[in-house]
Nanobody, 121 residues
Framework: QVRLVESGGGLVQAGGSLRLSCTTTGIAQNIFALYTLGWYRQVPGKERELVASVADFGTEAYTDSVKGRFTISRDDAETTFYLQMNSLKPEDTAVYYC????????????WGQGTQVTVSS
C-alpha cells in the first residue's frame, strides 16, 4: 500500500522559513524515480492549487507567487521529497499536501494527508 506522509508544517512569523518533507512508502526506489512529485496547498473556500512540482527528469516548476522563495527537491534513494519555503508571507498560510503521480503505464496518483502552515504577520 502506497502512503505519503507530510511533516514540517507549523507556525512561523512572516519572513521566516519552513521545510516540508513528504516521506513515501510502498513504492520501490527505481519506480519512485519515475513519478512526478508535487506540493499543493489549499485554504478554506478555495480550490487546491499546485505550488511546485519536479518531474522524473528533474525539471522544476513553480506557481508565480512562490518563485524565488520556494524550492522543491527530491531524494529518490530515500523516496522522499521536500519543499523549502523561505521569506514566508501570511498569504502562504494553507494546508499543504504532497502528491506523487505517474501517467504510464497506467495513471496513478497518491496524496498525503496534509500539513498546516500558518504564517503570522
Amino acid at each position: 500500500q502506497v502512503r505519503l506522509v507530510e511533516s514540517g508544517g507549523g507556525l512561523v512569523q512572516a519572513g521566516g522559513s519552513l521545510r516540508l518533507s513528504c516521506t513515501t512508502t510502498g513504492i520501490a526506489q527505481n519506480i519512485f524515480a519515475l513519478y512526478t512529485l508535487g506540493w499543493y496547498r489549499q485554504v478554506p473556500g478555495k480550490e487546491r492549487e499546485l505550488v511546485a512540482s519536479v518531474a522524473d527528469f528533474g525539471t522544476e516548476a513553480y506557481t508565480d507567487s512562490v518563485k524565488g522563495r520556494f524550492t522543491i527537491s527530491r531524494d529518490d534513494a530515500e523516496t522522499t521529497f521536500y519543499l523549502q519555503m523561505n521569506s514566508l508571507k501570511p498569504e502562504d498560510t494553507a494546508v499543504y499536501y504532497c502528491n506523487a503521480r505517474r501517467s504510464i503505464p497506467i495513471p496513478l496518483t497518491y496524496w498525503g494527508q496534509g500539513t498546516q502552515v500558518t504564517v503570522s504577520s
